[in-house]
């Protein structure tokens, strides 16, 4: 992988990651149009600019993650129990979906469910207007959402959002609450995954993977803040119809 792949790999995962189209059906998508390999070096430089997007969520969210005390936390936890078990069980497992077929169709799946969940949503009644308003019990049935996302082409932050929006969270608490819940599942994730792969970490590829991890900062710094004031006036039906399209034009590209 040079530095131009490595960059542009770290900006297709910072404005993916927070967004509900998939940054893992993103990845793998745009590797196989770079024409990388996706040996153990190329994971596990996923794995490390995801941690660039993390911290770019953290930045944004600091404040919250302290005002709001213990019971953000708490529920955080929570959220974070029904992924963590059923990722660590089914890791093996889970690497073997990793492919551009699995991912189209995922990503045409969760474009349909975002277009009907939307419509649905229309008439639903807001019982949480902010994370506060969250209990603990929605907290850890969201977690269940997220454990979807283990999927490649489902999307993370979609399956959150579209747990959040089905039990009564507005549209930025949902987004909000999704984005909190990736700090303790994607570094939970991601410190594991390179534990699993730490012998491709040297001095010789480090220079690569700062590159990726300073680009997928900035770019989710960006896509953050953007998405949660996009989402303030409209809602998520783009994004629905963003995912279909693209994921019949990659089953052409793939037949």
Sequence with gaps: ????????????????????????????????LLGIEQDTFHKTFEVVIQLGAILAVLFVFLKKLFTEGISLWIKLILGFLPAG?????????????????????????????????ELLYKDKNHTAKSTLDISYKNAF????????????GTSRSGSTIIGGLLLGCD????????????????????????????????????TILLVGFIAAFFSALLAVKVFLKFISRFNFIPFGVYRIILGIVFLFYIY
Excluded at 1 to 29: K, N, R
């Design 1 to 32: 992988m040079d530095f131009i792949s490595a960059i542009i790999l770290g900006i297709v995962e910072g404005l993916t990651e927070f967004l509900p189209i998939s940054s893992t059906g993103h990845l793998i998508l745009a590797s196989e």
């Design 171 to 206: 549209r930025k608490t949902a987004a909000e609450f999704s984005f909190l819940l990736a700090l303790p599942t994607m570094i939970a994730a991601s410190l594991y995954s390179i534990y699993k792969s730490h012998e491709v970490l040297n001095m010789d590829n480090l």
């Design 85 to 117: 078990a059923l990722g660590f069980l089914l890791y093996p497992y889970i690497k073997n979906l990793f492919s551009p077929i699995v991912v189209s169709i995922m990503l045409i799946v969760g474009g349909v469910a975002f277009i009907v969940i």
């Design 141 to 152: 049935i969201i977690g269940f959402f997220q454990a979807l996302a283990m999927i490649p």
